[in-house]
Every structure is written in C-alpha cells, then in structure tokens.
C-alpha cells in the first residue's frame, strides 16, 4: 500500500513552500501560458495531499489517500475557487463575494477540531472525516492568511506565462521561482535584442 501511495502521479502541480492556501490555488498552473489543472483526478489530489502532509498538523493516514474519490475532489476543487477568490480580494483590495465567505466557513465549520496534548509535542484531532479534515485546516489557514501579516505580501507571479501566486517574503522578490526569474530574464533580453528566446 505505501508503494502505491508513494506511486500516484501528482499531476504537475507546482510545490513552492508558500503557505497552504497559495498551494491550493497554484495547482491551477501554466506552462509556457498554456493552462493545466493539477487536480483533475482524484489520483492527483491524493498525491498533493500527501506531498503537503508534513505541514498539516492532522495529516490523513495512507488508507484515506487511497480512499480519495470524486466527491472529495470536487469539495477540494470547491474549496480552491473559495481560496482563489478570497486572494483575489485580498490582493485587490476588493470585497469577496458573502456566497465565497459563506462557502469557504462551511469548511471549517465541517470539522472541529481540538489539541491534545502528548508530551513532548501535541497532537490535532477531529471526529471529520480525513478528506474532510484536512480541508478544514486548508480553509483555516486562508483565513489566518487573508486576516493576517501575509495578506500585504500576497502577488500574482508576472513571470511569463505564469499564473501562480506567491507571498513575498523578502523584499527584493520578484517571481513565484527561480525558473520564472530565468524566463524574464530571456523575454527582457529578446525584447533588447530581438533575438528568439528559447524558453
Ligand atoms: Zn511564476
């Protein structure tokens, strides 16, 4: 079974350590402008949920990611158009929708979750569902993210083609990657020298 696990194709969806909810939007991704879905299988939700799972503090067990189906695909794909809204808003300035607001606490509210303690460390648990679980954490962390410090450093990546979302951490960052970076860099010398890029 942990074959299989470690085995599912996680469909292409970029990881590039930014806080959760950043993650979920950004497996709506491009390659060279052309759009992709990174989770357009219920396989590939279940690899991106295990790729994330060290930094979720109720990480679902192998036999929950087997167990990922369309419905939980679909909730997660619900969740990720609440998610992408509610950046938008934040980096526009802009009210979301009460419908976005109102969808995105019916995850959270879904599954309640409490702290125990289990000396040295703690540990989360929830009566939800797994899937359920940790869609709950997803949507609480949007909500730390767009009511917190981050909020003001969210971006859209004007890389080439790029359409992925990054806070920026320090002040002289530009792209969601170094890749993106790079393809700049060439499309800013093409347009100096007229030169084809090859990216
Ligand atoms: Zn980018």
């Not at 950004?26 to 989770?39: I, K, M, S």
């Not at 799972?53 to 990480?59: D, E, F, G, Q």
């Amino acid at each position: 079974m942990s074959t299989r696990i470690a085995d599912l194709d996680a469909g292409g969806a970029p990881l590039l350590g930014e806080p959760l909810p950043v993650e979920l939007a950004n497996t709506r991704y491009a390659v060279r402008g052309v759009p992709h879905e990174g989770l357009a299988e219920p396989e590939h939700l279940a690899a991106w949920l295990r790729d994330i799972a060290p930094r979720l503090s109720a990480p679902p067990s192998d036999a929950a990611l087997l167990a990922v189906d369309a419905r939980d695909l679909a909730a997660a794909l619900d969740l990720r158009e609440c998610v992408a809204a509610l950046l938008h808003a934040a980096m526009t300035d802009t009210a979301p929708a009460a419908d976005t607001v109102a969808r995105l606490n019916t995850y959270t509210r879904a599954a309640p979750h409490w702290r125990e303690l289990t000396w040295p460390t703690a540990t989360t648990h929830t009566r939800a569902e797994p899937i359920a679980a940790v869609l709950a954490e997803l949507a609480d962390a949007t909500i730390d993210l767009v009511t917190g410090p981050d909020r003001a450093e969210l971006r859209p990546c004007h890389g080439p083609g790029c359409v992925l979302h990054f806070v920026k951490n320090n002040p002289r960052r530009e792209w969601c990657s170094a890749g993106c970076g790079n393809r700049a860099r060439v499309a800013r010398h093409y347009q100096r020298t007229k030169n084809p890029p090859r990216m």
